[in-house]
């Protein structure tokens, strides 16, 4: 039976993928995907989001607009710049690369928390929340809606990382850009995985994998120019011209979880840090008294995880 999931995303170059992954395995039941402001403006991540569906053909999955900045406030939000996502990666309409056709599939009046309710208090069975944004809207959803805990089956967050950071030294920018909401996410009771980017940095977009998504038809193109874009980024900021694609890698641990190794422990976030807000504490060795809080991501089996990808293009395609 495939798992019903939301996928809560601010695409994005990388949650573009995470969608395509979502939408076109029969390992998953895409019930929802809820926009987030991350990457960029909510407005434009449910816009890409739109595109991005209405790319697959898939239709039936309802699309909406959540929450436009963190949980405390835009005072909250790290200062890097006048729009959200700090350095530069994903362009102007926060999915440069690809001239998108007009969206066929259109944009659902609700509100993000109020469609994860619908899809949640309808649902038969738990749901999956896949989150590959800040956790806002994920962390509004667990207060506004303490009764409906147990119908999340669990939380997959491409978020924080066991090392270094991205956007500041020991901050990933999805924890960065909401650090109360994944502290709240963290501490629900609600089971949660983390994978960060200690092993999404192992999800390289090398040449022989360009030329295979290329190679894909129909979707092929576009995919290959949304992620030659993303290189040209990814070199000029982090100097990685074979850059990590983050985001589909936790909806692959769902789809394959043999795909991924993973350990128990604890992880809290930095909310007060003067140089390191929104960095993540995982203790791997267990040297503090903290219980384990969450699964975390450590190995990736990457020629098998491309492989996935590649065969669900193939499928959508
Ligand atoms: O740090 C990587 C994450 O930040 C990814 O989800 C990417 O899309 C950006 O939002
Ligand atoms: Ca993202």
């Not at 989150?131 to 978020?159: F, S």
């Amino acid at each position: 039976m495939p798992t019903p999931i939301i996928l809560d995303c601010d695409p994005g170059h990388d949650d573009t993928f995470a969608i395509l992954l979502a939408a076109g395995s029969d390992r998953v039941d895409l019930r929802a995907v809820t926009a987030v402001a991350g990457n960029h403006v909510v407005e434009k991540s449910a816009l890409n989001a739109r595109r991005v569906l209405s790319l697959t053909g898939v239709t039936g999955v309802p699309v909406a607009a959540g929450h436009a900045g963190p949980l405390l406030g835009e005072h909250a939000a790290p200062r890097q710049g006048d729009q959200y996502g700090g350095p530069d990666v994903h362009g102007n309409s926060g999915l440069d690369g690809w001239d998108f056709a007009e969206p066929t599939v259109p944009q659902d009046e609700r509100h993000a928390v109020e469609l994860m309710i619908s899809v949640l208090t309808e649902s038969t069975e738990p749901v999956t929340i896949v989150a590959t944004g800040p956790q806002t809207n994920v962390a509004a959803l667990l207060l506004a809606a303490p009764h409906l805990r147990p119908k999340i089956r669990e939380i997959l967050c491409m978020a924080g990382s066991t090392h270094r950071g991205n956007f500041l030294p020991y901050s990933e920018a999805n924890v960065l850009f909401d650090p109360e909401a994944a502290s709240i996410v963290l501490n629900s009771g609600v089971p949660v995985t983390y994978c960060g980017l200690n092993v999404t940095h192992q999800a390289l977009v090398t040449a022989e994998v360009l030329a295979e998504i290329g190679s894909v038809p129909r979707l092929g193109e576009a995919a290959e120019a949304l992620l030659r874009f993303r290189s040209g980024t990814y070199d000029r900021i982090w100097g990685m011209p074979e850059p990590p694609l983050h985001d589909p890698v936790v909806v692959a641990m769902l789809i394959d979880p043999s795909l991924v190794g993973c350990q128990d422990a604890n992880i809290v976030v930095e909310l007060h840090g003067a140089f390191t807000r929104g960095a993540t504490a995982i203790d791997l060795a267990g040297v503090t008294d903290r219980k384990p809080n969450a699964r975390v991501a450590l190995e990736l089996d990457a020629p098998r995880f491309w492989q996935l990808l590649t065969d669900t293009l193939r499928k959508l395609a």
